[in-house]
Every structure is written in structure tokens, then in C-alpha cells.
């Protein structure tokens, strides 16, 4: 697995996390120990990039 991948897949967790949390981006970026412009970048990223199977993933949480 490429880096480039590893991330998106860690980043495919990050957002289901704060999904699941129900927490504001401010607050849960706080907890995880990420910017909130790297929350929003990760989140308009795999809304815009995501194919049917991964986005039915990440709305489920």
C-alpha cells in the first residue's frame, strides 16, 4: 500500500470518528490533535472523490 493511501484510509477512519462523535469540528480536532482545516480539507475530499462502496461507508457513521 502506497503512503498516499495508508493516509486516505486513515483519514476515511478520522472522518467516520468525528461523524460518529457528534462533536463540532473545532472540538473534536481539538481532541484528535489535527487542524480543523485539515478536518474540513479530509471531509470535502472524500465527499468530492469517494466512489459508491466509500461513500456509503463514511455516511453511515
Not at 477512519?13 to 463540532?24: C, H, L, P
Amino acid at each position: 500500500m502506497s503512503r498516499k493511501e495508508q493516509r486516505r484510509k486513515e483519514w476515511i477512519a478520522r472522518v467516520a470518528d468525528f461523524r460518529a462523535s457528534g462533536q463540532s469540528m473545532k472540538a473534536w480536532s481539538n481532541q484528535n490533535h489535527v487542524s480543523k482545516d485539515q478536518l474540513r480539507y479530509w471531509l470535502r475530499t472524500l465527499r468530492e472523490n469517494t466512489g459508491p462502496a466509500e461513500s456509503v461507508f463514511i455516511k453511515s457513521f
